[in-house]
């Protein structure tokens, strides 16, 4: 997909991904993001993780 359309998305799954009501599926954006290549969330050490 276009990075603005990824970059939006990775913007969505940081505002929301500790919310426990989150308005957006976080859980499949992640899915998306990591399909495309990209890796959110964190690191095994507990970092977080952006590309």
């Given at each position: 997909?276009?990075?603005?359309?990824?970059?939006?998305?990775?913007?969505a799954?940081?505002?929301?991904?500790?919310?426990?009501?989150?308005?957006?599926?976080?859980?499949?954006?992640?899915?998306?993001l990591?399909?495309?290549?990209?890796?959110?969330?964190?690191?095994?050490?507990?970092?977080?993780m952006?590309?």
């Amino acid at each position: 997909m276009s990075e603005e359309f990824n970059t939006v998305l990775i913007s969505a799954y940081n505002e929301f991904k500790d919310d426990p009501d989150s308005p957006v599926p976080v859980e499949l954006i992640k899915e998306y993001l990591e399909c495309e290549g990209i890796q959110v969330g964190e690191n095994k050490d507990g970092s977080n993780m952006e590309s």
